[in-house]
C-alpha cells in the first residue's frame, strides 16, 4: 500500500517542516549497503551523499532520502518520483512495473535500484539506515501488543508501569504517539514502517529505555511491523472484527499469530481465554509465558485469583504454577480492565524486570489507574456517563457488561453504530447484544464512509429488534441521527441513578459521511447534553505522557 491510497500518519515541524518522527542526526549509509541488503548489484559511479531517510510519501522526502515507489490502489509511486528527486531523494527503489515507467519517462537523475517485492523490501531498509533495533543500539525493552481489543488500554498499563518502575518509555498507539517530546496524534494504530523505525532511533537518540507499541493485524498484513523485533509480543484475545480485511477468522488469526514468530519476536505473552489464544501458545515458535484471566482455571503459567471489588475497580492477585504471587489493582471498571492490567503486569515481568522490584512499583505508584482517552473514561457519576471505543460484538457485550449498575432501578442506556464499509456481519449481532444487555438501545451512526448511513441502521436495527422479540426482552429500541442528537436524548431520557454509555467510537474527534470530515467528539457532545441538563461532569484527565 503506498502514499496515494491511505492517510500518511505523519506531522511536520512548523519551524523547519522536517518530520517530527525522525531523529535529528542519522549516519549516512552507502548506497552499496543499500544494494547488498537488497541483495542486487551496487549502481555504478561515485553518487556523492548516503542515504539518511527512507519515505514512501514524495510529499514527505526530505535531503539524503531515498524513495520507495511501489503500487498504489490507483497510481504507482513512479509517477511521483520527480517530485522525490526535486525534494532531495539521493536514490529510488522500486519494482518492475515502477522501473518500466521510469524508462519510458527517460534517464533518471538519480540511481533506481529496482527489486521484485520492493513493499517487503521498505521495513528491513528502513530498520538498515535509522539502525533502530537493538543490536545497531536500540531499546533494551521493546513490547508489542496484538489481539481484537484491549491492546490501547494494555499499551498504556505498560507504560504506566515502566513509568512506576523509574523508566522513560515511548508510546506508538492508535490515540498518540509519544517520543520523549509533545505527545503527537496518531492517524493509524500503527504508523508506516519507515515512521516505526524512525521513530525507534528518535526515541532512542533522545535517552528513552523502553517503547510500547500496538500491533493491528492491518499492520502485519501491510507491513508497517517489517525489520522490528520485540523483545515481548502479547496477546489479549481473538474476536469477530476487520473480516472486510481478512474474509475468515482462520485467515484473522493467522496474521496475528505472525507476530509470535522468532523473525518478529524474543518472548510471547499470551491470554489463553478463548480458543484462539491456546492455539496461539501452541504455534509460536519463540518462548511462551501463558496467561488466565479468569479464576478458575488450569493449564497457564499465570492465572487472576481473589478478584475483589475497589472502588470502580478491581485489585486482584497474579499466582504462578510454582507458587508466586504479585498483587495487582486498577482502578478501571470491567473484567477486560483486570484482564488487560495482568497482561502488561506479565510482559514486563517477562523483560526481565524481577518480581520484587515489580511488586514494589505496584505498590507505591497504583500504575493501572491511569486514565485513557475514549477507554472506559468517565465522564460523569451521577449519571454514570462513559465513553468507549467498543465498536464490535465482543467489546461492546464486555463494556455494557462492566457499567451495569447493582442498584435497584438503574438503567443502562446505550448509543452506538456501526462502521460503514466494514464486517458488515458484525452490524445485526451487535444490534442482538445490545438488545439484550441494555435497558435503552439508542442506535445512531458511527463512521458512515461512503455508505449509507440510514442503510447501516436498519442492519444494526434489524439484530436488536430480531433479539429483542425472539427472546421477548423489555429493552427499548430507538433509532436517532445524527450522533450529537443521540447523545442528547440519551441524556433527556436519563435520571441519576442510571448509566450511559456512549459506544464505538472513543477517543475519536472528527465522523467520516461521504469523504467529509465532520468534528465529533463523543466525550464533548456528552459533557455538553450532561451540563445542560443540570448534571455535574468529572474533570477532563488527560493520560500522562
Known amino acids: 500500500m503506498s502514499e496515494h491510497n491511505e492517510a500518511a500518519n505523519s506531522a511536520t515541524t512548523p519551524d523547519t517542516g522536517r518530520s517530527v ?36 510519501n514524495s510529499r514527505a522526502v526530505e535531503a539524503g532520502d531515498l524513495y520507495m515507489a511501489l503500487p498504489g490502489a490507483s497510481r504507482h509511486g513512479a509517477d ?33 535500484l529496482i527489486v521484485e517485492e520492493a513493499r517487503t523490501a521498505v521495513g528491513p531498509l528502513a ?22 481489543n484491549g491492546k490501547t488500554t494494555t499499551t498504556y498499563f505498560i507504560n504506566s508501569l515502566l513509568r512506576a518502575l523509574g523508566k522513560t518509555p515511548g508510546l506508538i498507539g492508535t490515540i498518540e504517539i509519544v517520543a520523549g517530546g509533545e505527545p503527537i496524534p496518531s492517524l493509524l494504530t500503527t504508523p508506516e514502517s519507515t515512521d516505526v523505525h524512525a521513530l525507534l ?31 515481548v509480543a502479547g496477546f489479549t484475545n481473538l474476536t469477530q472484527d476487520h473480516l472486510d480485511l481478512h474474509g475468515s477468522m482462520d485467515e484473522y488469526f493467522r496474521t496475528k499469530a505472525e507476530l509470535f514468530t522468532a523473525r518478529r519476536a524474543r518472548h510471547a505473552v499470551v491470554t489463553v ?25 488450569g493449564g497457564s503459567d499465570w492465572h487472576v485469583a481473589e478478584i475483589t471489588a475497589r472502588g470502580l475497580g478491581s485489585a486482584f492477585e497474579l499466582r504462578h504454577t510454582d507458587g508466586r504471587l504479585l498483587r495487582v489493582h486498577t482502578g478501571l471498571p470491567g473484567a477486560f480492565n483486570v484482564a488487560n492490567a ?20 505496584l505498590d507505591a ?20 456517563a462513559v465513553v468507549d471505543f467498543a465498536h464490535n460484538p465482543d467489546a461492546l457485550a464486555r463494556a455494557l457488561e462492566a457499567v451495569r449498575s447493582p442498584q435497584e432501578g438503574s438503567r443502562v442506556i446505550v448509543v452506538f453504530g456501526a462502521t460503514g464499509q466494514r464486517d458488515q456481519g458484525k452490524r445485526p449481532t451487535m444490534g442482538a447484544i445490545a438488545a439484550r444487555l441494555a435497558d435503552v438501545v439508542i442506535v445512531s451512526d458511527d463512521d458512515p464512509h461512503d455508505e449509507d448511513a440510514a442503510s447501516i441502521r ?88
Open 127 to 148: 530498520a538498515l539506515i535509522y539502525r533502530s533495533q537493538p543490536a545497531e543500539g536500540g531499546f533494551p525493552s521493546l513490547y508489542g501488543v496484538t489481539g481484537t
Open 273 to 297: 481465554d478463548d480458543d484462539w489464544g491456546r492455539k496461539l501458545a501452541e504455534l509460536a515458535d519463540i518462548p511462551v509465558t501463558t496467561l488466565s484471566a479468569k479464576e478458575a482455571t
Open 365 to 384: 505508584h497504583d500504575p493501572f489507574t491511569v486514565a485513557v482517552p475514549g477507554r472506559m473514561q468517565l465522564v460523569s457519576t451521577e449519571p454514570a
Open 201 to 231: 532511533a528518535l526515541m532512542r537518540e533522545r535517552g528513552l529505555e523502553a517503547a510500547s507499541m500496538e500491533v493491528s493485524s492491518h499492520a502485519i498484513s501491510y507491513h508497517r511491523v517489517d525489520g522490528v523485533m520485540f523483545d
Open 458 to 545: 436498519a442492519e444494526v436495527l434489524q439484530g436488536a429488534r430480531a433479539a429483542r422479540d425472539a427472546e421477548k426482552l423489555g429493552s427499548d429500541i430507538i433509532e436517532s441521527h445524527p450522533r450529537d442528537a443521540a447523545i442528547r436524548l440519551a441524556v433527556e431520557m436519563a435520571t441519576a441513578k442510571d448509566t450511559i454509555l456512549i459506544a464505538g467510537r472513543g477517543h475519536e474527534v472528527w465522523q467520516e459521511v461521504k469523504g467529509v470530515n465532520l468534528a465529533l467528539d463523543d466525550r464533548v457532545e456528552l459533557r455538553a447534553a450532561l451540563t445542560s441538563k443540570g448534571f455535574s461532569v468529572s474533570s477532563d484527565q488527560r493520560i500522562e505522557s
Open 80 to 112: 511521483f518520483v520527480p517530485q522525490a528527486v526535486a525534494a532531495g531523494a539521493v536514490a529510488v527503489v522500486t519494482d518492475d512495473a515502477g522501473a518500466r515507467q521510469l524508462a519510458l519517462a527517460g534517464e533518471q537523475p538519480v540511481p533506481v
Open 342 to 361: 495482568a497482561l502488561a503486569t506479565i510482559m514486563v515481568l517477562a523483560s526481565g524486570v524481577d518480581e520484587l522490584t515489580l511488586q514494589s512499583a
Open 21 to 56: 518522527f525522525r531523529p535529528e542526526s542519522v549516519a549516512a549509509v552507502p548506497l552499496a549497503t543499500i544494494a547488498e541488503a537488497l541483495g542486487i548489484a551496487a549502481p555504478e559511479g561515485n553518487h556523492g551523499r548516503g542515504v539518511t531517510g527512507i519515505t514512501l
